[in-house]
């Protein structure tokens, strides 16, 4: 799956699961763009996925995690497992 479809997902999932609809976003972005970005047409920025995610209530690490984990097929520990090596315990 490719990067934009795979986050394109996950933000539908994420919107989803909070019985959101596109126009709610209309705030921030229009439901135009809200649908091309969920069809994976246009790729995210991370302030407009930060300001996506704090209007749903969640982390946009939640999304980009879930994003991820849909294009690799890879699973939620082997991620996390990941990002803790890289970033380290100290944070």
């Known amino acids: 799956m490719e990067l934009n479809d795979a986050m394109?997902?996950?933000?539908?999932?994420?919107?989803?699961r909070k019985g959101l609809t596109q126009e709610d976003f209309g705030s921030i972005s229009s439901r135009t763009y809200i649908?091309?970005?969920?069809?994976?047409?246009?790729?995210?920025?991370?302030?407009?996925l930060t300001s996506i995610a704090d209007m749903?209530?969640?982390?946009?690490?939640?999304?980009?995690?879930e994003g991820f984990l849909l294009q690799s097929g890879g699973s939620l520990d082997e991620l996390l497992a990941r990002v803790r090596t890289e970033i380290g315990d100290e944070h």
């Open 8 to 16: 394109g997902q996950a933000l539908r999932n994420a919107r989803v």
């Open 35 to 48: 649908s091309s970005l969920e069809r994976g047409m246009k790729g995210v920025t991370v302030n407009k």
């Open 56 to 65: 749903m209530g969640v982390h946009p690490l939640s999304i980009l995690a």
